[in-house]
């Protein structure tokens, strides 16, 4: 079901949905349930340094700003720079060697995906993982089925920058017009912003409606076969 709160002032963009040539997904929460497999590898890292490990709760609420901001947050406070870095490297590690045990595409996700690459629609992927994660793990579970994947690097920065939606756009040269955002919480919100594009928030991923409109949702969608409708 679409849930619609959108202020007079885009109506007219929500229209030119029509003229979409360009889907772009957040990955963590949007396209993919990754939790349990990010807090595997947290609580792995924080075991072997000592330090109390989290809850799937706690997690959900880290996740968003990229992996070593949720390793920020999963870590006391005052811990060193030095000693940071080791845990972080610890993480990735693991990570990287158990990032598909757990993980799953959410129901549905799969035929949209069937469904935009039949009609000749460019998918293009952006997440804050960084960059060999997010490239290992869509090709994982979403192989020929994306155009573009884009993750954290030196010539690409986090979201809330614009740098993962721009450089996607600027590639199949598709204008923002044309393209539509689909993500999950607050910093998808502010990406699409900074992007000039419209982001439509997901309800089935890691923020509730209630916090999503707080943070500037306007338009909503329940179930990802609605994402098929709205391109539409």
């Excluded at 039949?118 to 293009?124: E, P």
């Amino acid at each position: 079901m679409i849930n619609t709160h959108i202020p007079n002032n885009v109506i007219f963009a929500k229209n030119k949905f029509n003229m979409r040539k360009l889907v772009i997904f957040d990955l963590d929460g949007t396209l993919l349930y990754t939790l349990e497999d990010l807090m595997n590898s947290v609580n792995f890292t924080l075991d072997l340094f000592g330090y109390e490990t989290c809850t799937l709760e706690e997690i959900s609420s880290y996740v968003g700003n990229g992996v070593q901001q949720l390793l920020v947050r999963a870590l006391p406070r005052d811990i060193d720079d030095k000693e940071f870095e080791l845990c972080y490297a610890c993480f990735k590690d693991h990570y990287s060697k158990h990032c598909c045990e757990k993980t799953r595409p959410y129901d549905g996700i799969m035929e949209v995906l069937k469904v935009l690459k039949s009609r000749g629609i460019k998918v293009g992927i952006v997440s804050n993982k960084y960059q060999s994660a997010a490239e290992d793990v869509c090709e994982h579970y979403f192989d020929g089925l994306y155009d573009m994947v884009v993750g954290e690097s030196e010539y690409c920065r986090k979201k809330p920058s614009s740098d993962g939606i721009d450089m996607i756009r600027d590639r199949f040269d598709i204008s923002n017009d044309e393209t539509i955002f689909f993500g999950d919480t607050e910093v998808d919100i502010k990406t699409g912003d900074n992007a000039g594009v419209y982001c439509v928030s997901v309800l089935w991923g890691f923020r509730d409606r209630t916090f999503l409109a707080r943070n500037g949702a306007h338009l909503f969608i329940e179930n990802p076969l609605d994402i098929i409708d709205m391109v539409d």
